[in-house]
C-alpha cells in the first residue's frame, strides 16, 4: 500500500514492513505497481515461508528482483496505467453500485410477507391465525464457544462460527475461527445442511439475523452467539426463514432484546418463543415460502455475476501491472496493447526458488524503449 498523502503520527504492527525508495532511482508509485506483477509475486510467493501462517523476511525482500526503466519511462508507464486504471475504476463503481441490487432482492425475499405480518393486530387472511414463534419451534439449541485461535481454520481443522456467518443474508462457512488440536466440542453442536441459525448476540441492528445453510463443510460448530431453530412436523421452512427477517419480526426481536449497549444485544429463547408470529396454513406456507426462495436465487446469481465480474477485475489489473513491467505500456495512449488484450498475454508465473533462474530477469524494456527513445534501461536489484 502505497501512502500518498502526510497522515497522523500512526504505528504500524511487526507483521507489516516500511519500504522507502530511493528517489533518484524509482519512482514510489511505479514500484506500488511493479509490485502487483506476476513476477514479483511469483517470488514473493516463492520466498515467503509456508506453515499455517506465511511470511517474509527482510533478507527475502532484498533479493527481489525485477526489471527498471529510467525515471523519465516511469513516469510515463504510470501515465499510461492511470488512464487504464480510470476506467476500471468506473467499471468497479457500476460493480458495486449492481451489489446494492443484490440487497434489494434480499429485502424483497424478506418483504414477501411482510403484508401479512406488519403489526400483532391487524387482521390475517382467511385460515390464518395469531400466535408465538415457540408455537412452531419444536427446539432451540444453543452452542459453546472454546477458546480459539486469532484466524480462520484450514479445511482440515474444527472451527467455531462466528456471528458474521449468519448476519449478511447468507451462512458464510468461511466467518470463523479455528478450534485447537484437543479441544472438545459436542457433536451435537457440529452445522449441517438444512439448519436454520439465528444470531442471539450481536449489534442491535444484527441481533436476530436469521439463515438457512444450504451447505457446510464438516467440523463446524456453533458459538454461544448462535442458536439453532428446529421447527416442529408441518412447517415450511422456506417460509419460516424469511418470515423471521421480516421487518415486523427483526424489530420484535430488537425491541425484546437485552443488553446496555447497542454494540451488543442479546435476545433470550424466552424472548425469542414469546414473539406474536402470523401462523399460515401448510398450502400457504408453501406458496409464499416458493415465491420467497426465487427471490433468493435471483439474488444469489446477481451475487454471483458481481463477484464473478470483481474477480476479473482483479485479473485485469494484475494483467495491467505485468503490462507495465515488461514495457508493453508506453503512453496513456498507446494503442499497442489494446485493453481487451491485455487478459491475454499474461507472463508465466517465475519461481524464485532457484537462484540462477530468480537472476534470469526478462526485460522487454530494452527493445521496447530503444524503439521509441533508444535510451538503454538499467537493471538493478531492489534496494531499500
Same mark, same amino acid.
Given at each position: 500500500?502505497?501512502?500518498?498523502?502526510?497522515?497522523?503520527?500512526?504505528?504500524?504492527?511487526?507483521?507489516?514492513?516500511?519500504?522507502?525508495?530511493?528517489?533518484? *532511482?524509482?519512482?514510489? /508509485?511505479? *514500484?506500488?505497481?511493479?509490485?502487483?506483477?506476476?513476477?514479483?509475486?511469483?517470488?514473493?510467493?516463492?520466498?515467503?515461508?509456508?506453515?499455517?501462517?506465511?511470511?517474509?523476511?527482510?533478507?527475502?525482500?532484498?533479493?527481489?528482483?525485477?526489471?527498471?526503466?529510467?525515471?523519465?519511462?516511469?513516469?510515463?508507464?504510470?501515465?499510461?496505467?492511470?488512464?487504464r486504471l480510470k476506467r476500471l475504476d468506473h467499471a468497479e463503481a457500476a460493480l458495486r453500485r449492481a451489489s446494492l441490487g443484490v440487497t434489494e432482492l434480499h429485502d424483497a425475499a424478506h418483504h414477501v410477507l411482510t403484508a401479512h405480518c406488519d403489526a400483532a393486530a391487524q387482521m390475517l387472511p382467511h385460515g390464518w391465525r395469531w400466535g408465538n414463534l415457540g408455537e412452531f419451534i419444536k427446539q432451540i439449541e444453543a452452542g459453546h464457544s472454546p477458546q480459539c485461535l486469532e484466524r480462520a481454520a484450514e479445511s482440515d481443522e474444527r472451527a467455531v462460527i462466528k456471528t458474521s456467518a449468519i448476519t449478511r443474508g447468507r451462512f458464510l462457512e468461511?466467518?470463523?475461527?479455528?478450534?485447537?488440536?484437543?479441544?472438545?466440542?459436542?457433536?451435537?453442536?457440529?452445522?449441517?445442511?438444512?439448519?436454520?441459525?439465528?444470531?442471539?448476540?450481536?449489534?442491535?441492528?444484527?441481533?436476530?439475523?436469521?439463515?438457512?445453510?444450504?451447505?457446510?463443510?464438516?467440523?463446524?460448530?456453533?458459538?454461544?452467539?448462535?442458536?439453532?431453530?428446529?421447527?416442529?412436523?408441518?412447517?415450511?421452512?422456506?417460509?419460516?426463514?424469511?418470515?423471521?427477517?421480516?421487518?415486523?419480526?427483526?424489530?420484535?426481536?430488537?425491541?425484546?432484546?437485552?443488553?446496555?449497549?447497542?454494540?451488543?444485544?442479546?435476545?433470550?429463547?424466552?424472548? *425469542?418463543?414469546?414473539?406474536?408470529?402470523?401462523?399460515?396454513?401448510?398450502?400457504?406456507?408453501?406458496?409464499?415460502?416458493?415465491?420467497?426462495?426465487?427471490?433468493?436465487?435471483?439474488?444469489?446469481?446477481?451475487?454471483?455475476?458481481?463477484?464473478?465480474?470483481?474477480?476479473?477485475?482483479?485479473?485485469?489489473?494484475?494483467?495491467?501491472?505485468?503490462?507495465?513491467?515488461?514495457?508493453?505500456?508506453?503512453?496513456?495512449?498507446?494503442?499497442?496493447?489494446?485493453?481487451?488484450?491485455?487478459? *491475454?498475454?499474461?507472463?508465466?508465473?517465475?519461481? /524464485?526458488?532457484?537462484?540462477?533462474?530468480?537472476?534470469?530477469?526478462?526485460?522487454?524494456?530494452?527493445?521496447?524503449?530503444?524503439?521509441?527513445?533508444?535510451?538503454?534501461?538499467?537493471?538493478?536489484?531492489?534496494?531499500?
Amino acid at each position: 500500500m502505497l501512502i500518498k498523502e502526510e497522515t497522523q503520527l500512526l504505528n504500524f504492527p511487526s507483521t507489516m514492513t516500511r519500504v522507502r525508495v530511493r528517489p533518484t *532511482l524509482m519512482h514510489p /508509485a511505479y *514500484l506500488e505497481q511493479l509490485w502487483q506483477s506476476s513476477y514479483v509475486r511469483g517470488q514473493i510467493k516463492a520466498a515467503a515461508r509456508s506453515g499455517r501462517t506465511h511470511s517474509l523476511t527482510i533478507k527475502a525482500l532484498l533479493n527481489i528482483r525485477f526489471s527498471m526503466p529510467p525515471l523519465a519511462q516511469q513516469e510515463r508507464v504510470l501515465a499510461a496505467l492511470r488512464a487504464r486504471l480510470k476506467r476500471l475504476d468506473h467499471a468497479e463503481a457500476a460493480l458495486r453500485r449492481a451489489s446494492l441490487g443484490v440487497t434489494e432482492l434480499h429485502d424483497a425475499a424478506h418483504h414477501v410477507l411482510t403484508a401479512h405480518c406488519d403489526a400483532a393486530a391487524q387482521m390475517l387472511p382467511h385460515g390464518w391465525r395469531w400466535g408465538n414463534l415457540g408455537e412452531f419451534i419444536k427446539q432451540i439449541e444453543a452452542g459453546h464457544s472454546p477458546q480459539c485461535l486469532e484466524r480462520a481454520a484450514e479445511s482440515d481443522e474444527r472451527a467455531v462460527i462466528k456471528t458474521s456467518a449468519i448476519t449478511r443474508g447468507r451462512f458464510l462457512e468461511g466467518e470463523n475461527k479455528a478450534v485447537p488440536a484437543g479441544t472438545l466440542l459436542k457433536e451435537q453442536h457440529e452445522i449441517k445442511a438444512g439448519d436454520i441459525l439465528l444470531c442471539r448476540a450481536n449489534s442491535l441492528d444484527h441481533v436476530g439475523a436469521t439463515v438457512h445453510v444450504t451447505e457446510c463443510r464438516p467440523g463446524l460448530y456453533l458459538s454461544d452467539k448462535s442458536l439453532r431453530l428446529v421447527p416442529k412436523t408441518g412447517i415450511d421452512h422456506r417460509w419460516l426463514v424469511p418470515l423471521l427477517a421480516t421487518p415486523y419480526v427483526r424489530a420484535e426481536i430488537a425491541r425484546r432484546s437485552n443488553g446496555t449497549l447497542s454494540s451488543m444485544r442479546n435476545i433470550t429463547q424466552t424472548n *425469542l418463543q414469546d414473539i406474536p408470529i402470523p401462523i399460515a396454513p401448510l398450502h400457504d406456507q408453501v406458496r409464499l415460502g416458493r415465491q420467497a426462495i426465487q427471490f433468493r436465487r435471483a439474488a444469489d446469481q446477481l451475487h454471483l455475476r458481481v463477484q464473478k465480474a470483481l474477480e476479473s477485475s482483479a485479473l485485469l489489473r494484475r494483467a495491467l501491472a505485468d503490462a507495465a513491467s515488461a514495457g508493453r505500456i508506453t503512453s496513456p495512449d498507446s494503442s499497442s496493447l489494446p485493453q481487451e488484450e491485455i487478459a *491475454l498475454h499474461l507472463p508465466p508465473q517465475t519461481s /524464485a526458488g532457484n537462484d540462477s533462474t530468480a537472476r534470469q530477469v526478462h526485460t522487454p524494456w530494452m527493445a521496447a524503449h530503444q524503439q521509441s527513445q533508444n535510451v538503454v534501461p538499467v537493471q538493478l536489484e531492489f534496494e531499500l
